[in-house]
């Protein structure tokens, strides 16, 4: 038995904490199932000063400490190994999750305090790792899927098989988070009225994967994306490639679970984590999204303002349970969106990104400008609200394609102001432009991890022909729908650059390769995950 302390490092320090990690729930209760002693210390969620970091680390002998997050949560990640590092010196710092997998070496040479990283999928990783740990007589070289250090060398295991059948997961654990002292009280968001209204809210995953390859995304080493191989100077290192395994639970374990929670917390509305619920639907040719709702309804989660074919109210607030997710312009069809909608459907999120057909074509999402066109109309008739996504800055952006997103904007009358193109860790843009990054940021690769956000503001810009400035303008001119100022600043741009030419080109570092080699996926059932019950 281990005693395991989790940490959940801050995410958008600027809005209120909204997300359960689902990652470390779901950590959390296989390390309770294997009988280990589990904690966790929500620091996104307590927003807490450091004071209250060194009593939790002070509160118990622990055997490790986790931590874990997306790529944003660099920063905060640093602090708190240093702080945990100094304060508990012999106790293993374990790290894991998208900031660790999408560059391994490069982390565990900037943090030393981490002993192990997981890289990729760690259902099965990690509690093997920590019984490792805990047992001297392993070794830990045998622990597939880890990053650690070999007498100063940067060592990484074999790529570990992902788990063959997403059911083996016991339901994340809820309870060792602040519910009702924090996530419920953000629950409410403005995408919808329903979801305007949620009281209750709580986001589940249902699946891993989408077998689509936009350039701009990435998917964690979590889907088939990720193998270990030798890189460019000889060592060990990820590369991630267009290779996939789209998994998703069943429907049956989807409808139970929401059963489960709205019987046990309550709950009035549920977000659906997932990268994309209508590329996963194709996936499964187009039977797993019908078969959800069809059980949602059956089980009796449908709300009521859906059962009466009525509009939603403040006093319909938890009459049953609403959802929401992610979808796609060309994969979402009338049929599957109003069965989204009866079964309780408010709102999906689509990546239009742009309504430009090169910038589309060359992004790989698999979209037209007359798929993103229509897809908001297909969406709106059958009451679901979409959400839509727009990006500006693209690399091979120019003022024609920006001209064709405003045109779009204004034939569909809706307005977006666009985030800007950020190749994020892991994805085929930062690997097609790291060095330009790199440039950027004064040769300190550290620092420009340090500065990612939410793509609101200017990091390292990847576009070839328009300046940071440029980008900030072009913004706002989408954002104001505003054709007059942009056609005058392409003529005076006209005037005074020459517009055929690049500002730099892509130069692919080793870690993405584009081609369909695929992480291995278990061949029997998860012996780890199933031994100790649910
Ligand atoms: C929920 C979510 C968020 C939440 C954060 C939730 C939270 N508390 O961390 C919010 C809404 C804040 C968010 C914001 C953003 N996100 Co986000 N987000 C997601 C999302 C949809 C789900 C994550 C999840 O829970 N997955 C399910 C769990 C089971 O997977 P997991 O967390 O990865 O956990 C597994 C492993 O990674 C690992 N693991 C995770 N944690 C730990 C910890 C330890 C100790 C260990 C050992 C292992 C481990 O174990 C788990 C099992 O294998 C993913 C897409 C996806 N479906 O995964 C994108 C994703 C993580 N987000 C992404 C991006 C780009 C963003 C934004 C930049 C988007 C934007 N333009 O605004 C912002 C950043 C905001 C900011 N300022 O920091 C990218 C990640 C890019 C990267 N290189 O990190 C993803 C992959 C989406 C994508 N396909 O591009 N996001
Ligand atoms: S459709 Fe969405 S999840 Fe799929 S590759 Fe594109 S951005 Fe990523």
Redesign the pocket.
């Known amino acids: 038995m281990a005693k395991i302390l989790?940490v959940?490092p801050i995410?958008?320090e600027e809005d209120v904490p909204?997300?359960?990690?689902?990652?470390?729930a779901?950590?959390a209760s296989i390390c309770i199932n294997r009988g280990h002693k589990v904690q966790v210390f929500d620091a996104?969620a307590w927003r807490l000063s450091d004071d209250f970091l060194y009593q939790v680390l002070d509160a118990d002998d622990w055997d490790i400490i986790?931590?874990?997050?997306?790529?944003?949560?660099y920063g905060h990640i640093k602090k708190i190994v240093k702080i945990a590092k100094h304060n508990n010196p012999t106790t293993p710092i374990?790290?894991?999750?998208?900031?660790l997998?999408?560059m391994p070496r490069e982390i565990m040479q900037w943090l030393p305090e981490i002993t192990y990283g997981?890289v990729?999928?760690?259902?099965e990783t990690?509690p093997e790792l920590v019984e490792t740990i805990k047992d001297s007589s392993n070794s830990i070289n045998k622990v597939k899927g880890i990053v650690y250090r070999l007498k100063g060398e940067i060592k990484l295991t074999p790529v570990r098989p992902l788990i063959k059948d997403l059911d083996d997961l016991p339901w994340p654990a809820w309870d060792l988070f602040p519910l009702e002292e924090v996530y419920f009280k953000n629950s409410s968001s403005l995408f919808s009225e329903e979801a305007y209204i949620s009281k209750r809210r709580i986001?589940i995953?249902g699946s891993f994967g989408c077998g689509l390859i936009c350039r701009y995304?990435?998917?964690?080493g979590?889907t088939g994306d990720m193998i270990i191989g030798q890189n460019a100077s000889g060592n060990d290192d990820v590369q991630f490639t267009f290779g996939r395994h789209v998994r998703m639970h069943s429907p049956r374990y989807l409808v139970d679970m929401v059963k489960h929670l709205r019987n046990t917390y309550n709950i009035d509305f549920v977000n659906f984590?997932?990268?994309n619920l209508m590329t996963v639907n194709t996936s499964s040719r187009y039977k797993w999204l019908s078969e959800i709702c069809e059980l949602w309804i059956a089980e009796g989660l449908q709300p009521k303002s859906r059962k009466e074919k009525r509009s939603v109210s403040a006093e319909d607030a938890g009459d049953g349970v609403y959802f929401s997710g992610t979808s796609h312009a060309s994969l979402h069809y009338p049929e599957i969106l109003e069965k989204m909608y009866e079964a309780g459907c408010t709102h999906l999120v689509y990546g239009l990104e742009s309504f430009d057909p090169k910038i589309l074509k060359d992004l790989g999402k698999g979209s037209t400008r007359k798929n993103n066109i229509e897809s908001v109309g297909v969406c709106l008739n059958s009451g679901i609200k979409p959400i839509p996504n727009i990006i500006v800055g693209f690399p091979d952006e120019t003022y024609s394609s920006v001209r064709n997103t405003i045109s779009a904007l204004i034939e569909l009358g809706i307005h977006a102001k666009p985030?800007f193109a950020?190749a994020?860790?892991?994805?085929e843009w930062f690997n097609a432009f790291k060095h330009e990054i790199i440039k950027q940021y004064n040769g300190n690769l550290e620092n420009y991890i340090l500065d990612l956000?939410?793509?609101t503001k200017i990091t390292a810009t990847i576009s070839k022909h328009f300046t940071p400035a440029e980008l900030l303008g072009l913004q706002t001119l989408i954002a104001n729908k505003d054709l007059r100022n942009l056609g005058l600043s392409e003529q005076y741009a006209n005037k005074t650059k020459d517009i055929s030419t690049s500002f730099f080109g892509e130069n692919p570092e080793w870690n993405f390769k584009a081609s369909k080699e695929k992480t291995p996926i278990a061949q029997s059932t998860s012996k780890v995950l199933t031994t100790n019950g649910k």
């Open positions: 989790f959940n995410v958008r909204r997300h359960i990690p689902y990652g470390i779901l950590l996104n986790a931590i874990g997050g997306l790529t944003t949560t374990v790290a894991g999750g998208g900031f997998t999408s997981v990729g999928e760690a259902f990690f986001d995953n995304c990435w998917h964690l979590t984590l997932d990268e985030h950020t994020y860790p892991g994805s956000g939410d793509a």
